[in-house]
């Protein structure tokens, strides 16, 4: 084992494989090992697990071997095939059945990962063979588990192993496509490739490190050149099966074959000849496995490469086309006649310059023509027939049936189809889209030469010169000057051999003789650019003599928008994405222009987001806040908007003033809950404090006591000393029920017009009498009218109603009432 191998992977590497798969398999490759697989041992390790003798029977009788008659046991098997041979397909079967039951993080890509493992065992096997090399069914196995490594550690939900899974490809098409400087990573990240991981679990399984030696090398197809034939033999196959079963360019197939014939000397008809078998023998064993890809799309191994370059090539030519859709159109007709004797076809594909599918018909007999535009592909054909996606790009119809060669043929075509025209469309319509854009542009643009010669003009140019060609090569300047009205500009002289980056310059006929004449005033800016690494100068012109009515108008809009903003109550602002305040409501420009609004403001109410910068792109609905301004705090109401105007992130803040509606709102407040003229809770929040200290009491196992008290003869005292002095004692008493009440656990209340009442929490029939008597004593001391009172007293007791406690509370009033002055009663309990 190499040195520099992490025992931190190597350990629950080989954990894993023991856990993966059954003691079978280790002796399998044991077995594997040896020149010639001993008959009875391999018989003996076999029949260890009944289900892998059943799967072998079956793969040994299926079109993969193409017997004339039937095998019906193992040994039989062993005769007619070879021991070497139920060997591959014992370890075949055995790695599938074991990988994709227990590992079940990879089993949506069973088939990406399976089909490019078994896909280089058989090819670089038979090219081994086709070479004569003893070394082939080696050669098999170690092409078959070459990425074990790389699928336990990618797939396994043992944790040690899960934190270097980080590097796995995480994308649907397979672990073992290998990517680009994915050896690189895996050695920065896990001190180790794949393939000396790989080989250490087959010296641990007892393969012979010798025997796998060429594991190292097997994705060198750069140097290929460089090894012997054994290893060539598993460079090749490993890469075959990469292009077999990937996304890769089909062109690389084509470089597979040839490396086949340079290198390897086998010629085209032998690479054809390898490649049908190994396609029969793939198919055989995936469907016998049960291994399927999921997809109907035609796969490259079901058609001979010869076949395969024609219908590529062709597609390929539509990369030549530098015409319009039209063209296109007329290259696929040409393509659909040439290989199939297709004349009768709907296609539609979408334009880059319009967005909308253009839909051209053809037939034998009227050949091809445009027949419609349509914006979407909701309409995918007119007429019934056989239907080709050209992915999001159009799609293709056949006007009458065809043979199932011919269909999978055409759906290899239309797949290559499908690419290239892809690659037609951003890189050629969309380069014509992008000239054409350059000539509609009301813009001048001309590219010179740093010795002021024209390169290049646009349409524009050409029509301001009224030039039927774009005079390439001649001097700029010397049309220029038709519009400057001057045979000479110093500037531009200047500017040319000076080597700065940028000219601007205004060209307007300023003589008396030109007043009044519709003359243009041209505007020309150029600027130094670089293309494919020469130096060139990019000049615009642009007719401006319209501008001074357009400053006009905007300066007339500056100043109406001014006085709106300056008329409007409500305060405007905008911030930056710092909260830099920029502009504000002109009569708060000193208190406002320069400060950090977050600095000067605080929500009142919680927000889910910290009050910072960043809220400014959170917010979508008004905000609350105090904003300190004027040496005063207000209330506002604030509205952000992003400004779209705005090179940079800016937002518009509109806040509406609620100072005063604030204030309005807690006096009505106060007036729902507190009688206006004694100041204490009217008779409706008694209601409701009843009920919540009610309850309280219930909870917390506390008594709650209630105190009547009525201003005996109030009536008379009113009507002896008027109204306005009845109010003044109603007062003074609302003031001392306050001053002699506990905060927050008594509460008075006025209940009717002389009556009042005063709700106490939390007490008992002692601490009620020293209330009382304290409320008695500060009444005959400081009260100043000429009014006694009677006082009711109770105590609500266990299971009473509210209705039943009031009632007790009114009667003990009652009669206090018929005893002497300031007197009081308890209620009789319940």
């Excluded at 604030?638 to 006096?667: H, W």
Aim: glycine share 4%.
């Amino acid at each position: 084992m190499d040195n520099n191998i992490s025992r931190e992977i190597i350990k629950p590497l080989r954990d894993c494989l023991k856990l993966v798969f059954p003691p079978v398999m280790p002796q399998l490759i044991r077995e594997a090992s040896k020149n010639t697989p001993d008959f009875g041992e391999l018989s003996r390790i076999v029949s260890i697990d009944p289900g892998l003798t059943v799967t072998i029977m079956s793969l040994a009788n299926s079109p993969y071997y193409g017997l004339s008659q039937r095998v019906t046991d193992l040994k039989r098997a062993m005769v007619v095939l070879g021991s070497s041979e139920i060997l591959k397909l014992a370890i075949a079967a055995t790695m599938k059945k074991s990988i994709y039951r227990k590992m079940g993080r990879c089993e949506h890509i069973e088939y990406q990962n399976w089909s490019v493992m078994l896909w280089s065992a058989m090819a670089s096997e038979l090219i081994a063979r086709e070479l004569k090399l003893p070394q082939a069914d080696t050669v098999y196995v170690c092409a078959l588990v070459k990425d074990l490594s790389l699928l336990l550690l990618c797939c396994s939900d043992d944790p040690r192993l899960k934190k270097y899974a980080g590097i796995c490809k995480k994308e649907d098409q397979g672990l073992v496509l290998l990517r680009p400087h994915q050896l690189d990573e895996e050695e920065d990240v896990w001190g180790v490739n794949h393939t000396k991981l790989t080989m250490d679990l087959l010296s641990y399984w007892g393969f012979p490190e010798t025997d796998c030696r060429m594991l190292s090398s097997h994705h060198d197809l750069e140097n290929i050149h460089e090894y012997d034939k054994v290893e060539q033999a598993l460079i090749l196959g490993t890469y075959w099966s990469e292009v077999e079963m990937s996304e890769k360019s089909i062109s690389q197939l084509f470089r597979v074959r040839s490396i086949a014939k340079n290198v390897l000397g086998l010629d085209e008809e032998v690479f054809e000849r390898i490649r049908g078998v190994v396609s029969k023998r793939f198919k055989s064993m995936c469907t016998e496995l049960g291994i399927h890809s999921g997809e109907n799309n035609a796969l490259y191994y079901d058609f001979p490469v010869a076949r395969i370059q024609d219908l590529y090539f062709a597609a390929q030519e539509l990369l030549d086309v530098h015409g319009d859709l039209y063209d296109v159109v007329r290259t696929v007709a040409k393509h659909l006649h040439w290989l199939w004797g297709m004349d009768d076809f709907e296609i539609s594909l979408v334009s880059p310059l319009t967005g909308e599918h253009n839909i051209y018909t053809s037939s034998a007999d009227k050949g091809l023509s445009a027949r419609s535009v349509q914006k979407n592909q909701s309409d995918k054909s007119s007429k019934a027939g056989v239907l080709f996606f050209l992915k999001d790009h159009g799609y293709l119809t056949l006007q009458r049936s065809v043979a199932e060669e011919t269909l999978a043929e055409m759906d290899l075509y239309t797949n290559f189809l499908s690419r290239t025209f892809e690659s037609y469309f951003y890189r050629t319509l969309r380069t014509t889209s992008k000239a054409r854009i350059m000539d509609f542009m009301p813009v001048a643009v001309a590219r010179i030469s740093i010795q002021g010669k024209i390169l290049q003009v646009n349409k524009r140019f050409m029509d301001i010169f009224d030039l039927e060609n774009e005079l390439a090569g001649d001097d700029f300047w010397s049309l220029a000057k038709k519009l400057a009205y001057i045979e000479s500009d110093r500037s531009w002289e200047n500017f040319i051999p000076s080597g700065a980056k940028k000219f601007s310059k205004l060209f307007c006929p300023l003589e008396p003789r030109m007043e009044g004449k519709d003359v243009p005033c041209w505007h020309m800016t150029a600027h130094r650019v670089e293309m494919d690494g020469t130096p060139q100068i990019l000049v615009m012109l642009e007719d401006v003599a319209e501008i001074s009515t357009l400053e006009k108008d905007i300066i007339k809009q500056g100043e109406y928008l001014r006085g709106i903003i300056g008329s409007m109550q409500d305060i405007v602002f905008t911030v930056d994405e710092t909260g830099e305040i920029l502009f504000s409501s002109p009569a708060l420009k000193n208190d406002l222009l320069g400060k950090n609004f977050f600095d000067i403001s605080s929500p009142l109410s919680v927000l889910s987001v910290s009050w910072e910068p960043g809220v400014l792109s959170k917010i979508n609905m008004p905000v609350e806040v105090n904003m300190f301004m004027n040496n005063s705090s207000k209330s506002l109401e604030l509205i952000f908007n992003r400004l779209s105007c705005a090179s940079s992130p800016q937002y518009l803040v509109v806040g509406r003033d609620l100072t005063a509606i604030r204030r309005l709102e807690e006096k009505i407040k106060k007036q729902a809950a507190f009688d206006h003229l004694t100041k204490v809770f009217n008779r409706h929040q008694f209601s409701i404090f009843l009920e919540r200290e009610t309850q309280r009491a219930m909870r917390t196992n506390q008594k709650l006591g209630l105190i009547f008290f009525d201003l005996d003869r109030f009536k008379e005292f009113n009507d002896k000393f008027g109204h306005q002095k009845g109010d003044e004692a109603l007062k003074s008493f609302g003031r001392l029920l306050v001053d002699n009440s506990r905060r927050g656990m008594d509460y008075p209340f006025r209940f009717g017009g002389d009556e009042f009442v005063l709700l106490v929490t939390d007490t008992n029939g002692s601490k009620m009498e020293q209330l009382v008597r304290r409320l008695i004593s500060s009444f005959e001391k400081d009260y100043d009218y000429d009014l006694s009172m009677s006082i009711g007293m109770a105590i609500m007791s266990d299971n009473e109603s509210k209705k039943e406690f009031l009632d007790r509370a009114d009667r003990a009033l009652f009669k206090a009432k018929e005893i002497n002055k300031n007197a009081f009663i308890w209620a009789k309990n319940t």
